[in-house]
């Protein structure tokens, strides 16, 4: 009898053994791809761990599959972590038509990283708990994760999925397949003098080509950027953001999923996800780049050592947002702007007349309307001038540039639209960008201004116009959080596109851009409230297409998007094919060992 019971716990540790490292035998390896490389439309199960995630409007992010009821995917794609209406759809295909290979699972919790930033994109990783397990098939199946001393050096391939945007603001088109794109890694030495000395952390991971043309866009963010190795699939990096897409020196920027280990194994306590340690061959190139502003990298040859070092003498000043060196009063004047009063304000421009309002928002994207461009969305039909006065006269201090590239928001109701410049102006005490609202408080009675340019006003100049107003209680006229009331005052076509700004702690924040309901020629809403969408309802589309958000001058350099970091080189690493997994798998075996000798002695 002993012998039968000693027999059965063996079976039991057996089976407990099998249950700790099954994502380690299963993961990143899916049955139905083969080949090397591919188009652009995935074949059916090539990429068995996608997820599609829904909310109540339909596709919105992506995810992947790392056990069989956990899914990894970007925190800003949950500005909330109500589960209400959310979907996660596996094996999918296609977002139209059928999909017999797919399941739907409904989620119990989203876990969003507890030091994600909304506004540097640091931290951009969630974890979201399906209502329960799914079953492994050909079409649904986890990825690995890459351990923590994985090693990612510039030009290693890798590969992107999802159902996002083809383009910037080209969405894909029916029966809307699940798309592919192989792109090869950048380093963060050089993202980060693409980005911003500054803005690229260690935890995020970049990946692009030079002239551009492949990426990640809109609808992508949350799903995985994976790269083989020995034929296992390895997720390096989730979808976070980048400065439009595809676009030439602006690579795409991934949360770096090998970061996040022992974060994603504290939250999930069982039948945790396969960890394998990339290792890059050859030499890093990414190492020898070199900007202005970037940490020097400096080898002592006779410790073999590599240390960073900041260069003699720091020239660069931090671009920072919301300063207006010229404009001294904060209330009252006259209702016609001088020069360099709104040193943000753009004038858009079609065959060389004023259409819209923007604001310079980057320090190479302005932001406007979107319905500014319903009848004529292409990007060489435009130009942007900045520091600008008149629209009739002499303006000594504007530069004329042009469009690369209009990205358009695709919400319900009212959107906006970003449009990348050619060139980066020359900043001045003319032209300097504005801070955008990314969850700030604009109390009641605080002052606020618009600004604008129309043909009915302004004079035979058509001299900039600003106008004075205040927040107010919005009452009945709204109950939605995402909308902002002021204080009624008179606007033109022309103005649409311009901004609602507002000063806090010393800075100039936009809280809305102005629209024009219906394209009427002129709108006053004599009764207070006017009410108008804030900013911060497009903070994910804002973040996605223009990267890291410029941040006010605090008197602190850490907080700037083009500040220096200290930049530390991977430490050497030993060629392993378990990673992260094989001290895991000893102490679970040695728990198991334990448990087996407990069991003898309740047994003798």
Known sequence: MAFHKVTRVFAV??????????????CGQPALNTRIVGGQEAPEGSWPWQADLHNAFGHFCGGSLINNQWVLSAAHCFSSTSTSNLVVYLGRQSQEGSNPNEVSQTVTQIINHPSYNSITNDNDITLLQLSSPVTFTNYISPVCLAATDSTFFAGVNSWVTGWGDIGSGVPLPSPQNLMEVDVPIVGNRQCNCDY?????????????????????????????????QNNRWIQAGIVSFGKGCALPKFPGVYTRV??????????????????I????????????????????????????????????????????????????????????????????????????RHVCGGTLVAVDSVLSNADCFSSSPVPSEWTVVLGRLKQNGSNPFEVTLNVTNITLSNLTGSNVAVLHLSTKPTLSNYIQPIC??????FAEDVTCWAAGWSSRRGGEEQVLQEFQTSVVDCGNASTSASDICVGAFTLEQGDSGGPLMCKQDGSWFQAVVLTVENNS??????????V???????????????????????????????????I?????????????????SIFILFFHVLFLLSCLQLFS
């Open 436 to 441: 955008l609202d990314n969850g700030q408080t």
């Open 521 to 530: 020629t002129s709108q006053t809403r004599a009764d207070p409230p006017m």
């Open 568 to 584: 530390t080189t991977p430490a050497s690493t030993n060629s392993t094919t378990s990673g992260g997994t094989t001290n895991q």
């Open 196 to 228: 911003g000395v500054g803005s690229i952390t260690d935890n995020m991971l970049c990946a692009g080509l030079r002239e551009g043309g492949k990426d990640s866009c809109q609808g992508d963010s949350g799903g995985p950027l994976v790269i083989k």
């Open 532 to 566: 108008f969408t804030r900013l911060s309802r497009f903070e994910s589309f804002l973040t996605q297409t223009l990267g890291t958000f410029l941040s006010p001058n605090s008197g602190s350099d850490n907080t700037n998007v083009n500040n220096t970091i200290n």
């Open 13 to 26: 540790l057996i089976l407990l053994i099998q249950e700790s490292v099954s994502q380690l035998s299963v």
């Open 258 to 275: 090998s970061q996040y280990n022992s974060w994603i194994n504290s939250q999930i306590s069982s039948n945790q996800p396969g960890f």
């Open 277 to 352: 340690t990339f290792t890059s061959n050859g030499t890093n190139s990414d190492l020898s780049f070199t900007c202005p502003g970037l940490p020097a990298i400096i080898t002592n040859t006779t410790t073999n050592t590599t240390t960073t070092s900041l260069p003699p003498t720091t020239t660069l000043r931090p671009v920072v947002c919301g300063e207006a060196p010229l404009k001294s009063r904060i209330v009252g004047g006259s209702s016609v702007a001088t020069a360099g009063m709104w040193p943000w304000m753009a004038s858009l421009q079609k065959n060389g």
